[in-house]
């Protein structure tokens, strides 16, 4: 009989992996490892056990789940606005009773970083037929039947031996390319880390690679063992023996053990490790507290490069599920799409978050009073408010500069020419080189024409 881990810490003795799959779930998972005990863990285990993945497992679920999923109404002109009055915006914000929104993306995040799946049943009220309710179901329970495509066309959840059939117009089903779990091409790499754990580990706690050891080819008498190995340790042994010289007799001489050489690779086995964790979820090493190599710039880059290339597909994909598995399906939900609030990444950041107001400013993107809303403050009620500001300074790409106009001493234009503000006059004239400027524009103070 083998044993078979199934979780962190506990073991229960089972035949063989398939009657491990069995008990603990069709789609639970699980690693042989390194074991004299034919020992093998779920991918939950892994989870508990291992901390790199437990790191970067936790990273991308409270990246994922901290950005609110909202709901928009398509205009015909093209145009957007959130909406939040439907039963989709609802359901959003309250997926279920005493449950919020972000525990929903949590539970789903982090069922698609261990299975590479989740499965969310949509429950719909009697009366509307409009799903009402949305509950995930553990992925580990669930047996997939697909056609002879690949296309899943039912789920069986299997708890106990029992078996609980899900239509697929009931579920929306979210899924990594090919549905396959981030910790399945890991399955060596967290076989060698738990290895190197343990054997570090046991060599901690049993002493099997000791510094040294008294020497000697007298044969001693089995009386005299325990004694000699007390006196030595006493004398010896311990922090506050540091430095003592000894004095031996009975021929005893003192051996210098050096450190082995599989001690000595564990150390790189197991930085190799977590750096493979790391590209197979796609995470820059330094999000997860790895800064061997860690400069700001770097450093920087690494939490750009999370937000854009690791969350940024995750996020497509959830909406894009959401959108063809239960927005589109329900037809009063016509126009209604679903996207995630990614500003929300800046609320920690006031510095980032006033400039990307700034930018917006300066590029016509929105209104003093969107800006304002965003920070939830007041509106302004002035007209300009709500006006987007546009920059003076630029040109079209296709305006070609022309001659200024001659502007006489009272500002005003000579007939004849096409009328030309100031601004314009001066544009113009800095297209020229020094001597060919135009006679000095002159007038009187800061409000005269001229100036």
Same mark, same amino acid.
């Given at each position: 009989?083998?044993?078979?881990?199934?979780?962190?810490?506990?073991?229960?003795?089972?035949?063989?992996?398939?009657?491990?799959?069995?008990? $603990?779930?069709?789609?639970?998972?699980?690693?042989?490892?390194? @074991?004299?005990?034919?020992?093998?863990?779920?991918?939950?285990?892994?989870?508990?056990?291992?901390?790199?993945?437990?790191?970067?497992?936790?990273?991308?679920?409270?990246?994922?789940?901290?950005?609110?999923?909202?709901?928009?109404?398509?205009?015909?002109? =093209?145009?957007?606005?959130?909406? @939040?009055?439907?039963?989709?915006?609802?359901?959003?914000?309250?997926?279920?009773?005493?449950?919020?929104?972000?525990?929903?993306?949590?539970?789903?995040?982090?069922?698609?970083?261990? #299975?590479?799946?989740?499965?969310?049943?949509?429950?719909?009220?009697?009366?509307?037929?409009?799903?009402?309710?949305?509950?995930?179901?553990?992925?580990?329970?669930? %047996?997939?039947?697909?056609?002879?495509?690949?296309?899943?066309?039912?789920?069986?959840? $299997?708890?106990?031996?029992?078996?609980?059939?899900?239509?697929?117009?009931?579920?929306?089903?979210?899924?990594?390319?090919?549905?396959?779990?981030?910790?399945?091409?890991?399955?060596?790499?967290?076989?060698?880390?738990?290895?190197?754990?343990?054997?570090?580990?046991?060599?901690? @706690?049993? =002493?099997?690679?000791?510094?040294?050891?008294?020497?000697?080819?007298?044969?001693?008498?089995?009386?005299?063992?325990?004694?000699?190995?007390?006196?030595?340790?006493?004398?010896?042994?311990?922090?506050?023996?540091?430095?003592?010289?000894?004095?031996?007799?009975?021929?005893?001489?003192? %051996?210098?053990?050096?450190?082995?050489?599989?001690?000595?690779?564990?150390?790189?086995?197991?930085?190799?490790?977590?750096?493979?964790?790391?590209?197979? #979820?796609?995470?820059?090493?330094?999000?997860?507290?790895?800064?061997?190599?860690?400069? #700001?710039?770097?450093?920087?880059?690494?939490?750009?490069?999370?937000?854009?290339?690791?969350?940024?597909?995750?996020?497509?994909?959830?909406?894009?599920?959401?959108?063809?598995?239960? $927005?589109?399906?329900? %037809?009063?939900?016509?126009?209604?799409?679903?996207?995630?609030?990614?500003?929300?990444?800046?609320?920690?950041?006031?510095?980032?978050?006033?400039?990307?107001?700034?930018?917006?400013?300066?590029?016509?993107?929105?209104? $003093?009073?969107? @800006?304002? %809303?965003?920070?939830?403050?007041?509106?302004?009620?002035?007209?300009?408010?709500?006006?987007?500001?546009?920059?003076?300074?630029?040109?079209?790409?296709?305006?070609?500069?022309?001659?200024?106009?001659?502007?006489?001493?009272?500002?005003?234009?000579?007939?004849?020419?096409?009328?030309?503000?100031?601004?314009?006059?001066?544009?113009?004239?800095?297209?020229?080189?020094?001597?060919?400027?135009?006679?000095?524009?002159?007038?009187?103070?800061?409000?005269?024409?001229?100036?």
């Amino acid at each position: 009989m083998s044993r078979v881990i199934v979780s962190a810490g506990k073991s229960l003795p089972l035949g063989s992996l398939a009657q491990a799959r069995m008990s $603990v779930g069709p789609s639970a998972g699980l690693i042989p490892l390194l @074991r004299a005990d034919g020992a093998a863990s779920t991918y939950f285990g892994m989870y508990r056990s291992q901390p790199w993945i437990f790191a970067v497992v936790n990273k991308i679920t409270r990246g994922v789940s901290r950005l609110p999923l909202h709901s928009f109404q398509m205009g015909a002109d =093209g145009t957007r606005e959130r909406e @939040r009055v439907s039963g989709l915006a609802r359901l959003l914000s309250s997926p279920a009773p005493r449950t919020s929104g972000m525990w929903l993306r949590q539970q789903v995040a982090f069922s698609l970083c261990l #299975y590479g799946n989740a499965l969310v049943v949509a429950q719909k009220s009697p009366r509307s037929n409009e799903p009402s309710e949305l509950s995930l179901v553990p992925w580990k329970f669930v %047996k997939v039947h697909v056609d002879h495509y690949g296309v899943p066309i039912q789920y069986d959840v $299997v708890v106990g031996g029992k078996a609980e059939t899900l239509a697929f117009d009931n579920v929306v089903h979210y899924e990594l390319p090919g549905g396959i779990s981030p910790l399945e091409p890991l399955r060596r790499t967290l076989a060698l880390e738990d290895a190197a754990m343990t054997w570090q580990a046991e060599s901690l @706690r049993n =002493g099997i690679t000791p510094r040294g050891a008294f020497v000697t080819k007298e044969k001693l008498a089995e009386q005299t063992l325990p004694r000699l190995r007390e006196e030595l340790a006493a004398m010896y042994a311990g922090a506050e023996n540091a430095g003592r010289f000894g004095l031996f007799d009975q021929g005893l001489d003192w %051996k210098q053990m050096g450190q082995s050489a599989v001690d000595a690779e564990l150390i790189n086995q197991r930085k190799l490790s977590r750096e493979e964790v790391c590209a197979a #979820y796609d995470m820059p090493p330094s999000q997860v507290g790895i800064l061997d190599h860690a400069t #700001y710039s770097n450093t920087e880059q690494g939490r750009r490069s999370f937000i854009v290339d690791t969350l940024g597909p995750w996020l497509n994909m959830i909406e894009e599920t959401l959108q063809a598995q239960l $927005v589109r399906p329900h %037809k009063p939900w016509d126009g209604l799409f679903v996207e995630h609030n990614t500003s929300e990444i800046l609320r920690p950041d006031p510095e980032a978050r006033a400039r990307t107001h700034l930018m917006n400013a300066q590029s016509s993107v929105n209104t $003093v009073n969107e @800006r304002r %809303k965003v920070e939830n403050l007041p509106r302004i009620d002035h007209p300009a408010a709500d006006l987007p500001a546009m920059p003076v300074n630029m040109l079209p790409v296709t305006a070609v500069p022309t001659e200024p106009a001659q502007v006489e001493q009272d500002g005003s234009e000579p007939a004849g020419v096409p009328a030309q503000g100031l601004s314009d006059a001066l544009t113009a004239a800095a297209f020229r080189g020094p001597g060919d400027m135009p006679p000095t524009i002159s007038g009187g103070g800061t409000d005269e024409p001229g100036t």
